[in-house]
T-cell receptor, first 107, second 113 residues
Framework: AQRVTQPEKLLSVFKGAPVELKCNYS??????LFWYVQYSRQRLQLLLR??SRESIKGFTADLNKGETSFHLKKPFAQEEDSAMYYC?????????FGGGTRLMVKP | NAGVTQTPKFRILKIGQSMTLQCAQD?????MYWYRQDPGMGLKLIYY???????DKGEVPNGYNVSRSTTEDFPLRLELAAPSQTSVYFC????????????FGPGTRLTVL
């Protein structure tokens, strides 16, 4: 069975500092990975997909199959980045979520 | 488009009571999902459906039932509520399975006392 682990429940950084939210996964097949974000009083929404290899709101994430990781990075954090971030793995029709990391960006 | 809607927003049940959580989407999505999220935890899949008349179990289906009679609606039924079912329930839908973006509802917070 697949598993997604986000080792940090809380990450607190100052505005302008680099951010890295960690995500590790275990899955025997070829993974399809996502980052979802939930801002305060908003719905959970897709941030980015590893297949798209895109940068959204300055965030990027690279799939490292050797280390089975999909860490989310941003070089300069902004206060509006404060939110809950969830890493998720798609296997067939099922999406498995990690436990989430709360990012707090302090002014 | 309203997207994915869920009712009610909040509910308190007594042990042994039953209720149905409603989920509807107006995007003509075939794929729909029910998740539960316990405090400090990630979302866990309860049931999902790939189209009207088709449902399948997820990771934590015990104590729940679903039906999918129309493309728009995907209600979740709790029979004999237990305190372990206290959670926030999210419904989601997917339009394009090759893209796999899940669109989430606002959630229903359920407390069983």
């Amino acid at each position: 069975a697949q598993r997604v682990t986000q080792p940090e429940k809380l990450l607190s950084v100052f505005k302008g500092a680099p951010v890295e939210l960690k995500c590790n996964y275990s899955y025997s097949g070829s993974p399809e990975l996502f980052w979802y974000v939930q801002y305060s009083r908003q719905r959970l929404q897709l941030l980015l997909r590893h297949i798209s290899r895109e940068s959204i709101k300055g965030f990027t994430a690279d799939l490292n199959k050797g280390e089975t990781s999909f860490h989310l990075k941003k070089p300069f954090a902004q206060e509006e980045d404060s939110a809950m971030y969830y890493c998720a793995l798609q296997a067939g029709n099922m999406l498995t979520f990690g436990g989430g990391t709360r990012l707090m960006v302090k002014p | 488009n309203a997207g994915v809607t869920q009712t009610p927003k909040f509910r308190i049940l007594k042990i042994g009571q039953s209720m149905t959580l409603q989920c509807a989407q107006d995007m003509n999505h075939n794929y729909m999902y029910w998740y539960r999220q316990d405090p400090g935890m990630g979302l866990k899949l309860i049931y999902y459906s790939v189209g009207a008349g088709i449902t399948d179990k997820g990771e934590v289906p015990n104590g729940y039932n679903v039906s999918r009679s129309t493309t728009e609606d995907f209600p979740l039924r709790l029979e004999l509520a237990a305190p372990s079912q206290t959670s926030v329930y999210f419904c989601a839908s997917v339009g394009d399975p090759s893209y796999n973006e899940q669109f989430f509802g606002p959630g229903t917070r359920l407390t069983v006392l």
